[in-house]
């Protein structure tokens, strides 16, 4: 049946529709014919603002078919434009409009916490909403920041940055105390004062106040010279020297009461990367690029506006926010983030002298990633982000570490060590480990081994740590890596096991992610499992060939030359008296013991050797 000719057609609905909208401030939802939320918006006058969509003025492509998909509104009216612009942001990011510049909501942003509520407080990072006691220092660019930052303070302030289980067990030091990264309290090794003082000082670093920080420690090393206290001032001397050194490398500006951000937006074709330089107190606490889903045809300004608003709002602006694009609504956001964290942010665009010059590097780094992030084949790219997702976090790993065992029925046992990043494989960074001293055949003994002798030198500062450690097996070894971790007083680094099926067969395989309630299985045709396997069965490859390398050399040489105790010239008597190898091998304990310069014990080691 034919409608009648009184009904309105749906275009016509939605044109009354809008019509019909207030002249007040608030929030826009275009939707689709199936109610798909396609676009949201803040206006000043929701009339004015959605009615000009429907105009038959020239558009840019991306909004003419914006409108072409448009089926129905929603509106929500609010009392300021600020509030609709908070609003928006919320929106956007619940809903991942198709039509909107959508940045992943990076819910694990770091921090360095310093708790406050045990004897011996502790610096570890941090990630996720800030409701413990103690100190919050950042938000961090980066976890790499985080631990760059964390292995300064190690080296002039050794404060605990070990897990509270970890400490609360202790009945002796760990490697951290033999370092001289950590003063020991878990064992009473340092006073409550002492420790107390260190964490103060600490405290003062991180709020860009290290120039109060070595005057005092200036002061209290003439004062134990006089006293003639000559290594506690050598010590001093050494720690302020550590920190004139960090100060030379963070600072990059001369005031140190500047707080802000320097954010860059820079385009190539439909690809935009937004780079964040952030100064805090007079250092800088690194830089950090990021890639949001940007629409066809949008410009640098719409996506820095997008950008900061669903940057900031929820997680806090500092004092001052520069941008290397002019922002229309520039004073709204200001407000709004004003709002939102409490305290006054000012958004600048025209600026000279120093924050022209960070400004400037911002754009740098911005085009050294957009050209980087080019270069890179895109299939790597989707496998790392379809990675992030499998793993529920918010940033891909920038470095991935994977460990591999390999043997022949215990013999020659060697643990691989292999290093992957966005580009491929990094082989100079690859290792292989001898494991020694190990049950043949024990593949947990031999994993806490490789795993210990690499993090006790990351554990150092000597190697950089990874974002994604990666375990070629199960529950077992997981277990291992994890436990070398806590032992080690590593923090925030995932820890993955990739289990195979029961037939072995690829794409049967089993994610294991330590800390998590349930296994994560992907499909064979994930690019994630892609990306873990080819990482894994590049492990996989360097452990062989170097198990291989050492049991070949291992047969090459005399079974005699591995008896602890028996040198050139015994061997030489043994092979004379019994007519060769094979004579010894059939040869007694006793037999043995009555050639001369060998002793019972030694003839009962070279029988073992033989016969097991």
């Known amino acids: 049946m034919s409608e009648g000719r009184g009904a309105p057609s749906a275009r016509e609905s939605l044109h009354e529709k809008v019509r019909s909208l207030p002249e007040r401030p608030g929030v826009y939802r275009m939707l689709d014919t199936e109610g798909t939320i396609l676009y949201v918006g803040k206006a000043r006058s929701l009339r004015r603002r959605v009615s000009s969509y429907f105009t038959r003025s020239r558009k840019p492509p991306k ?19 600020a509030e609709a612009l908070i609003l928006e942001n919320n929106l956007i990011k619940a809903h991942q409009p198709r039509y909107n510049v959508l940045l992943r909501d990076d819910k694990s942003y770091p921090y360095i916490y310093l708790s406050s509520h045990q004897r011996f407080p502790r610096l570890t990072l941090h990630r996720g909403g800030r409701s413990g006691p103690g100190r919050y220092f950042g938000p961090f660019p980066s976890s790499g920041a985080v631990r760059e930052t ?26 951290q105390y033999q370092i001289r990264r950590c003063t020991a309290p878990c064992v009473g090794y340092v006073s409550e004062a002492d420790y107390a003082a260190d964490v103060r000082h600490a405290e003062l670093f991180l709020e860009g106040r290290s120039a109060e920080v070595i005057e005092d420690l200036v002061e209290r090393m003439e004062a134990a010279s006089e006293a003639l206290a000559f290594e506690e001032a050598a010590r001093l001397r050494d720690r302020i020297a550590t920190l004139r050194q960090i100060q030379q490398r963070q600072s990059v500006i001369r005031d140190r009461d500047d707080d802000l951000d320097a954010v860059a937006c820079i385009t190539e074709g439909d690809t935009a990367c937004i780079e964040v330089l952030s100064i805090r107190g007079g250092s800088s606490l690194g830089n950090r690029s990021y890639f949001p889903n940007v629409p066809s045809g949008a410009r640098e300004s719409e996506i820095l506006a997008s950008f900061l608003a669903q940057h900031y709002l929820g997680r806090g602006a500092p004092a001052e926010v520069v941008v290397n694009w002019p922002i229309r609504e520039r004073e709204l956001l200001g407000s709004a983030l004003t709002s939102a964290g409490g305290g006054a942010v000012a958004i600048r665009h025209r ?36 990675l992030a997702e499998a793993l529920d976090v918010d940033v891909p790993p920038e470095r991935i570490e994977c460990f591999d065992i390999s043997h022949t029925a215990g013999e020659a046992t060697v643990a691989s060590c292999v290093v992957f990043n966005r580009d491929g494989p990094v082989k100079s960074d690859y290792r292989r480990f001898n494991i020694r001293d190990v049950a043949a055949g024990d593949d947990y003994a031999a994993m806490h081994q490789a795993l210990w002798r690499r993090y006790r030198r990351a554990s150092a ?85 170097g198990h291989r390398q ?54 009962r080691r070279i029988y073992d050797t033989f016969h097991g």
């Not at 022209?356 to 992030?373: D, G, I, K, P, T």
């Not at 030489?572 to 059939?586: A, D």
Request: aromatic share 4%.
């Open 63 to 81: 909004t003419e078919r914006l409108v072409q998909r448009i089926a129905d509104l929603e509106v929500t009216v609010t009392h300021t434009e």
């Open 150 to 175: 964390l292995g300064y303070l190690q080296k002039v302030f050794p404060i605990r940055q070990c897990r509270d289980t970890f400490f609360r067990n202790r009945s002796r030091p760990c490697l």
């Open 351 to 386: 600026v000279r002298g120093e924050r022209r010059r960070w400004l400037e590097m911002a754009e740098e780094n911005a085009r050294y990633a957009l050209a980087s992030r080019s270069a890179s084949a895109a299939s790597q790219q989707r496998r790392y982000q379809a």
């Open 461 to 545: 500062g000597e190697i950089p740590l990874p974002d994604l450690l990666l375990i070629d097996g199960g529950k077992g070894q997981l277990a291992q890596a994890c436990s070398v971790l806590d032992e080690l007083g590593v923090d925030g680094v995932p820890v993955l096991g990739i289990a195979k099926g029961p037939e072995r067969r690829p794409g049967e395989e089993t994610l294991l992610l330590a800390g998590a309630e349930r296994e994560i299985v992907l499909p064979a045709d994930s690019p994630a499992l892609h990306l873990l396997q080819q990482v894994r069965d590049e492990a996989h490859r360097f452990a062989v060939a």
């Open 550 to 603: 050492r049991r070949d050399k291992a047969r090459r040489e005399s079974t005699l030359e591995a008896v602890p105790g028996l040198g050139p010239k015994r061997r030489q008597s043994l092979l004379k008296r019994f007519g060769g190898l094979q004579g010894v091998r059939q040869a007694g304990i006793e037999d043995l013991a009555g050639v001369p310069g060998i002793s019972k014990p030694l003839a």
